[in-house]
């Protein structure tokens, strides 16, 4: 493990439980529409999570489609005073729904979605959180997956209890028509399947927060939200199938792909994101000289990526130094007419006349 890696907080199996839970229909007086995208979210996420990649066991997770009263999720988490516990998690998917003072409710099957009958037709999120508190955990979480779920993070009953929110407080949750799970858990379960090639051994939240918030908004989803207590952060969720792979050419596309998405937000209007792709970028181009050599095909693609990103990041100078060494060592290896050598020269060509 690099020096560089801050190991994770990885929960003991037989000490952690998890509650998911899933509405997916509605009945009257219910006013909702059906969202059958909850129901395979929440299957979907229990198998990952007690899979062979998964850090839970199978007889700790509990799962509910369409509970039809509050009492029917909260007897399924673990009892107050019970055994001490390294993580309980809880998980909603399904229509999120405003009560008095915009408090947030989750949908059941006959949830009316108005704020006078929010509160007595739903599950408010305050009493999970609430139940939460009684639990012997030494780490809480919770991920909420529906319409207005940034609003979690006002409960007071949540201080305690590690967010991960689909969307902000105002916002909508989306589930894309002939997709089979929600958005939000969608990209969660693909991030976890897939991993990050330059990853820790474990997924923990912070680095599937720091990647969900980019490529949701990249997928054209809203941005989720989260919210840390003490180490929460560290705690991980999975194992990294990608864990070891960073400097593969699979990795290295990986890697690039990402930075991409990272480098798109910058230039919808997030300088820093500019900042950041220019650095992820780097390391991908100076691993590819080190591992494939400097000419190789990719990693000159890479090089000039690395450059034309620096550029964009505010550095136009150090971006034309870049490109510059990128096409002498392209020139010594290109065929006549190669498109990728003329597209670095073109390049060279912009950055020179924004510092002349």
């Known amino acids: 493990m690099p020096a560089t890696t801050w190991p994770p907080l990885v929960p003991g199996r037989l000490r952690s439980a998890a509650v998911l839970v899933g509405t997916a229909t509605h009945v009257v007086p219910g006013t909702l529409p059906p969202l059958p995208q909850a129901e395979a979210s929440v299957a979907a996420l229990a198998a990952r999570l007690t899979g062979p990649l998964g850090l839970l066991d199978p007889s700790a997770v509990h799962c509910r489609i369409d509970p039809q009263v509050p009492a029917d999720v909260l007897r399924l988490l673990p009892a107050p005073g019970g055994a001490a516990l390294d993580l309980c998690l ?36 305050a009493a999970v959180f609430q139940a939460m508190r009684q639990i012997r955990a030494e780490h809480k979480v919770a991920i909420i997956d529906c319409c207005f779920s940034g609003r979690a993070l006002d409960a007071p009953a949540a201080a305690d209890i590690h967010l991960l929110t689909a969307v902000g407080r105002t916002r909508k949750a989306l589930s894309p028509e002939r997709q089979e799970l929600t958005g939000f858990t969608g990209a969660l379960l693909r991030l ?13 939240l ?41 400097r593969t050419r699979q990795g290295l596309l990986a890697r ?18 500019s900042v950041q792709a220019a650095l992820l970028f780097e390391g991908i181009a100076s691993d590819a000289v080190r591992e494939l050599g400097p000419t190789h095909y990719e990693t000159l693609l890479y090089r000039h990526v690395h450059a034309s990103a620096t550029g964009e990041s ?9 490109l510059e060494r990128t096409v002498a060592d392209w020139e010594t290896v290109a065929p006549a007419g190669d498109t990728g050598l003329e597209a670095a020269r073109a390049s060279r060509d912009h950055w020179r006349s924004r510092i002349a």
């Open 90 to 125: 809880f998980y909603f998917a399904g229509h999120g729904v405003l009560g008095e003072d915009q408090r947030l409710c989750l949908a059941l099957p006959g949830s009316v979605d108005d704020e006078r009958s929010a509160e007595r037709t739903s599950l408010p999120v």
């Open 256 to 273: 690039a792909r990402f930075a991409e998405q990272v480098k798109a937000l910058g230039l919808a209007g997030r300088p820093r994101r």
């Open 206 to 246: 912070t680095t599937v927060y720091r990647h969900l918030a980019v490529t949701l908004p990249g997928a054209r989803l809203p941005a989720p939200l989260q919210r840390a207590f003490g180490a929460s952060g560290d705690l991980a969720v999975a194992r990294n199938p990608a864990h070891g792979t960073s």
């Open 192 to 204: 976890l399947a897939e991993g990050v090639p330059d990853g820790p051994e474990h997924l923990d």
């Open 314 to 322: 505010g550095n136009p100078r150090q971006a034309c130094a870049l």
